[in-house]
């Protein structure tokens, strides 16, 4: 396993690539559970139905961030996972934090997350990938409104510079705090179908009463009741 650390400014503005970071067995047998479901609804999207299961959060297990992020110790169930399967379903320019604000989510805003992005195609570089902006000065942006959905419907048209994006193998890992603008990032050669899970990972201070996480120090997913700490 290694740590490359391409940025960081603070715990809402930073990358990491996380190389041989999962366990490949346990992987592929996730990767064969994504592939062999029909569950695939808006904009390459699995259905809820799909995402609620326990054991995606196997790979989780003995796994520990990067010293700078370690606060973060709660991976939110449950993940995303998505299949590119065209255009549509690719992302344009945003930040993290919008999808999980209290103006969108209402419900369950999370006050400090980061993500974490898992390729699970056999061979990730023939596929797009994610690009990111460096920018140590980096805030929240106002985001502009595409369409209604809640997927892919916000996005950011400003002009961004010092862009990075990185070639991955099976078993490496993307993680990035909220703040981070990027978007879906296709290449020539690039191969429809890009298979990914994404986890949200928390802090203790910001779960949420009854809401499941997977504590990364138990090793446990369990549903957080505040009365407990």
Not at 105 to 119: A, L, Q, R, S
Not at 134 to 162: C, I, R, V
Request: aromatic fraction near 16%.
């Amino acid at each position: 396993m290694k740590i490359e650390n391409i940025f960081f400014h603070t715990t809402s503005n930073f990358l990491f690539v996380l190389r041989d970071f999962f366990d490949i067995d346990i992987l592929k047998s996730r990767q064969s559970k994504i592939t062999s479901s029909d569950s695939i609804g808006e904009l390459g999207i699995y259905e809820d139905s799909f995402r609620v299961q326990k054991t995606w959060y196997e790979i989780w297990n003995q796994k520990t961030l990067p010293n700078e992020i370690k606060k973060f110790t709660q991976v939110i169930f449950p993940p995303q996972i998505r299949k590119l399967q065209d255009v549509k379903c690719n992302v344009p320019w945003h930040q993290d934090w919008m999808y999980l604000s209290k103006k969108i989510m209402p419900e369950k805003p999370h006050d400090e997350f980061c993500v974490c992005f898992i390729p699970f195609n056999n061979n990730p570089s023939e596929y797009p990938t994610v690009e990111f902006v460096n920018n140590p000065n980096q805030t929240k942006l106002e985001h502009k409104k595409k369409f209604e959905s809640k997927f892919n419907s916000f996005f950011l048209d400003d002009k961004f510079y010092d862009i990075c994006s990185f070639e991955l193998n099976f078993g490496d890992a993307l993680i990035f705090g909220n703040q981070v603008v990027h978007r879906t990032c296709v290449k020539g050669g690039h191969r429809n179908g890009r298979l990914s899970q994404e986890f949200r990972i928390t802090t203790d201070e910001s779960r949420l009463v009854g809401k499941d996480y997977y504590d990364l120090n138990k090793n446990k997913l369990d549903i957080y009741f505040k009365d407990e700490d």
